[in-house]
């Protein structure tokens, strides 16, 4: 009944652009907090970006600031990641995370996850 379900992932050139969706089915994300997680093979996953329930804070993993944006629009249901200059090292499974009234402290635990979609940057 609670989904998070991501799509937009894709084969994508070094440099080029991807947008991640992350969209809700069977509940409101209007107070959760959101979360993306990526997964490369062989590697343990790791946080890329948060978004407050509000959408006035967000904050992002060092390897992505400045490349990445995190955006909300509730009215869709949706979270978005906006990946740009994206690099082979981008290469992993990404996930959606939600948690209600979150804040997007380092170690927040999240409760609500997507199964991921393949972002593939060919080298």
């Known amino acids: 009944q609670l989904q998070l379900v991501e799509s937009g992932g894709g084969l994508v050139q070094p440099g080029g652009s991807l947008r991640l969706s992350c969209a809700a089915s069977?509940?409101?994300?209007?107070?959760?907090?959101i979360g993306w997680f990526r997964q490369a093979p062989g590697k343990e996953r790791e946080g890329v970006s948060c978004i407050s329930y509000s959408g006035r804070t967000t904050n992002y993993a060092d390897a992505v600031e400045g490349r990445f944006t995190i955006s909300r629009i509730n009215a869709k249901n949706t979270v978005y990641l906006q990946m740009n200059s994206l690099k082979p090292e981008d290469t992993a499974v990404y996930s959606c995370a939600a948690v209600r009234w979150g804040t997007c402290r380092q170690g927040m635990k999240y409760d609500y996850w997507g199964q991921g979609t393949q972002v593939t940057v060919s080298s």
């Open positions: 069977g509940f409101t994300l209007d107070y959760y907090t």
